[in-house]
C-alpha cells in the first residue's frame, strides 16, 4: 500500500506536466492513537517532508537548479527540467535593475566630466570711453582743433593676441575759430588686431607693476570712415584706411577676481588708403591723432 501511494503522487505530477520528482520516499510512522483498538483498520497515507515541498516551492519559482539535500531530508535523485523544452532561464530582476542604475549613473556624469575638461573660453572686453581727436578740419593750412570724441570697443582674447571691434565718432561743428573753416565730423568702424607682448612674460609675477606691463597692446586694424560736412548742402563721402594704435589698461580691481574693471589710456591714428574728395574738390585729409580714456570690463 505504501508503494502505491508513492506510484499515485508520481503518475499526479507527470500528469500536469510540471515537474518529475522520482525516489524521494519515507517510512511511514503511524500516526498518534492508531495503536487505540486493536482490530481498527487505519489507511495508509505517504508523508511529506515539509523542508523538501519548501525546496520544490521554491525551485518552481526561479527556475530549473539542482535541489540540495534538505537537514535531515532525502536526497533527490535528479535535477528538477523545465516545463517546456528551449525554455530559457530566467534571471533575478535585481541585476537588471542594478545594471539600469549604473547606466543611469555614468550618463549623468559624463556630460559634468565633458565640462570639466573642456578649455577655458578666451576673455571677453568691453571698454567705453571719450576723448579727443587732432582734427585740421579738411584743410591743409587751417589750424588744428581738438574736437570731443566718442569709442566704444569690444572683443575677445586676453593672451598674446587678440581681436576687438571698435566704433569712432566726433562732432567738430563749432571747433573753429575761424569762420571759413567747415568743420568736418567723421564716423568710423574699425577692426582690430590686439597684440600684447608682455601678456606671457613672468605670469607668476603679480605685483600691480607687472599687471599694468602685460596689458600693453599694439593695435593694427583696418576701417571705414565716413566723413560729413554741411556747406551748401550736406555733403558726405567715405573712405577706407588702416589704423595703428597703442593702449595700455590699468587694474582698479583685485588679481583675486574673475572679473576685472580697467581704465585704457589709448592713442592712435586712422591712415585713409583711398583718396577722397567732396564736390567742390577739397580732399578729406587723415586726422592727426586721437586719445582716450574708457572704463573697460574684462571677464
Request: charged content about 20%; proline content about 8%; overall charge positive.
Amino acid at each position: 500500500g505504501n508503494g502505491a501511494g508513492i506510484a499515485d503522487a508520481d503518475a499526479d505530477a507527470d500528469a500536469d506536466g510540471s515537474i518529475e520528482f522520482v525516489g524521494i520516499h519515507q517510512p511511514h510512522v503511524p500516526p498518534i492513537g492508531s495503536q487505540v483498538g486493536a482490530g481498527a483498520a487505519e489507511p495508509h497515507l505517504p508523508s511529506i517532508n515539509p523542508l523538501a515541498a519548501l525546496a520544490l516551492a521554491l525551485q518552481q519559482s526561479s527556475g530549473p537548479k539542482i535541489l540540495k539535500p534538505a537537514v535531515g531530508g532525502p536526497m533527490p535523485s535528479r535535477t528538477c527540467e523545465t516545463r517546456a523544452q528551449g525554455e530559457r532561464v530566467r534571471k533575478p530582476s535585481v541585476r537588471i535593475w542594478m545594471l539600469m542604475l549604473v547606466l543611469v549613473i555614468c550618463a549623468a556624469s559624463a556630460p559634468a566630466r565633458a565640462q570639466s575638461e573642456s578649455p577655458a573660453r578666451p576673455r571677453i572686453e568691453v571698454a567705453v570711453g571719450v576723448g579727443a581727436s587732432l582734427d585740421d578740419g579738411g584743410r591743409k593750412d587751417s589750424p588744428g582743433a581738438v574736437v570731443p570724441s566718442f569709442f566704444v570697443m569690444g572683443g575677445f582674447g586676453g593672451g598674446l593676441v587678440g581681436v576687438d571691434l571698435g566704433v569712432f565718432a566726433n562732432s567738430a561743428n563749432g571747433r573753429y575759430h575761424d569762420p571759413s573753416v567747415m568743420p568736418v565730423d567723421r564716423l568710423g568702424i574699425h577692426a582690430i588686431m590686439v597684440v600684447r607682448p608682455l601678456a606671457e612674460l613672468w605670469p607668476a609675477d603679480w605685483r600691480y607693476g607687472m599687471r599694468i606691463a602685460r596689458t600693453m597692446a599694439i593695435d593694427l586694424g583696418l576701417g571705414v570712415e565716413r566723413a560729413s560736412r554741411l556747406a551748401r548742402a550736406a555733403e558726405t563721402v567715405n573712405r577706407i584706411g588702416s589704423l595703428l594704435g597703442l593702449h595700455i589698461d590699468v587694474p582698479l580691481t583685485p588679481r583675486t577676481t574673475s572679473r576685472e574693471l580697467r581704465l585704457r589710456l589709448a592713442v592712435r591714428r586712422f591712415y585713409g588708403a583711398s583718396r577722397a574728395a567732396f564736390p567742390d574738390g577739397e580732399p578729406v585729409i587723415d586726422t592727426r591723432g586721437e586719445v582716450f580714456a574708457a572704463l573697460a570690463a574684462v571677464f
